[in-house]
Structure formats: structure tokens, C-alpha cells
């Protein structure tokens, strides 16, 4: 079975430093990787996602995550981040049937943290 | 507007008191799908449909039950709710399949079962 992990449970950041949040997951084949981000009180909306292809993916907000398959991670990076961005970030892994996509294991969040 | 629309946003109620939580949909969405949030867990799949009248057990499907009539509508049963389901719970969509679009998720509804 796939599982997502997400070592960092808190991260806590300076605005205008640049950010990186871990994700590491275990699947059997190529996987279809996600990230969402939760803001308070509202359901998730999705940041990027990774299909094939380019192994950096450019997402909204100005984020971006790579592919490394080597070391089985999915990362999420930001250059710069604003206090805007204090939210839950969950990963999550893709998992296709025979007939399509049956749904996503997500990980356990980061809650990251906006010092001003 | 496109959006899912989850039904109530709050509920407290007691053991053994039948409970439906709607979860209604705009886009025409075929996937639909019921996630339970927890501190410490994350969010965890209860239930899913690919398509009308096709529903699927996620990861943890005891105690919940689904059914999918119409493709816009996909309401959560708690037959017989007990205090372990006391969580926050979202509905979400997508076009084809959270692996190949977006999910869309409903504001959240929190369950207090005493």
C-alpha cells in the first residue's frame, strides 16, 4: 500500500525567507503526486501536482515542489513567503485502478508557521 | 459559482442518533469522495464513487455508509454514530479522478458525537 510522510509536523518561517517543506512517500510504481494547502477553517485547495514529465513543477501562489525518484521525495519550495501563507500543507499520493483513479493517501500536514 | 456545498457546517448530536451529512456538487463532477480529518492523522478516505450508483470503502469505512443516485449528490450516513466520529469531515469532487484533476473540496462539516 502507498503512504505519504511528512516529517515536519510545525515549521516555522521569517516572511521574505525562502521555505521547504518535505515530503517523502512509498509506492509501488510511477506516482501521481499532489500538493494541497489548507487554510484556516476552509477545505484544501490544490497547490501543484506531478504527473510525468518535468521533474519541477511550477505551481500557484509561486510555488514550486521537485521530483526526485532517487530519493522517493516530492518537496515543496518557495523563495519568498508571506505571512499569507501560514496554512496546512498536505501531501498526497495518487493511487490509479484498473478502471481509473481510485483516490489520494495524503500525508499528515505541515502547519507552517509566519514570523513576521 | 462552482463549488461543493456540504450540509450542515456544524453538527452535535448523540450515540445512536441516525445522521446524514449532504455533500451537493455544480460541476458535473464524476468523482466524488468523503474524507475524515483528525489532529495527528491527517485526512483519511471513508468513501468514494467514480460514477452513478458506483461507490468504493476507502481507508476507513466502518460505520459510515454512502450512496450516489444522482451524479451532483453524494450524502454521508451514520446509521448508529458513536464518539470516535466525532471529526471533521469534507466532501470533495473532481472531473475524472483525483489522480488526473483536481480535487475540490466543501467547506468542512464538524461532528461532535457525546
Known amino acids: 500500500a502507498q503512504s505519504v510522510t511528512q516529517p515536519d509536523i510545525h515549521i516555522t518561517v521569517s516572511e521574505g525567507a525562502s521555505l521547504e517543506l518535505r515530503c517523502n512517500y512509498s509506492y509501488g510504481a510511477t506516482p501521481y503526486l499532489f500538493w494541497y494547502v489548507q487554510s484556516p477553517g476552509q477545505g484544501l485547495q490544490l497547490l501543484l501536482k506531478?504527473?510525468?514529465?518535468?521533474?519541477l513543477v511550477q505551481g500557484i501562489k509561486g510555488f514550486e515542489a521537485e521530483f526526485k525518484r532517487s530519493q522517493s521525495s516530492f518537496n515543496l519550495r518557495k523563495p519568498s513567503v508571506h505571512w499569507s501563507d501560514a496554512a496546512e500543507y498536505f501531501c498526497a499520493v495518487g493511487v490509479v485502478g484498473g478502471g481509473g483513479a481510485d483516490g489520494l493517501t495524503f500525508g499528515k500536514g505541515t502547519h507552517l508557521i509566519i514570523q513576521p | 459559482e462552482a463549488q461543493v456545498t456540504q450540509n450542515p457546517r456544524y453538527l452535535i448530536t448523540v450515540t445512536g442518533k441516525k445522521l446524514t451529512v449532504t455533500c451537493s456538487q455544480n460541476m458535473n463532477h464524476e468523482y466524488m469522495s468523503w474524507y475524515r480529518q483528525d489532529p495527528g492523522l491527517g485526512l483519511r478516505q471513508i468513501y468514494y464513487?467514480?460514477?452513478?450508483?458506483?461507490?468504493d470503502k476507502g481507508d476507513v469505512p466502518e460505520g459510515y455508509k454512502v450512496s450516489r443516485k444522482e451524479k451532483r449528490n453524494f450524502p454521508l450516513i451514520l446509521e448508529s454514530p458513536s464518539p470516535n466520529q466525532t471529526s471533521l469531515y469534507f466532501c470533495?469532487?473532481?472531473?475524472?479522478?483525483?489522480?488526473?484533476?483536481?480535487?475540490?473540496f466543501g467547506n468542512g462539516t464538524r461532528l461532535t458525537v457525546t
Open positions: 506531478y504527473f510525468s514529465g518535468d521533474t
Open positions: 464513487s467514480m460514477n452513478v450508483e458506483v461507490t
Open positions: 470533495a469532487s473532481s472531473l475524472l479522478g483525483p489522480a488526473n484533476s483536481p480535487l475540490h
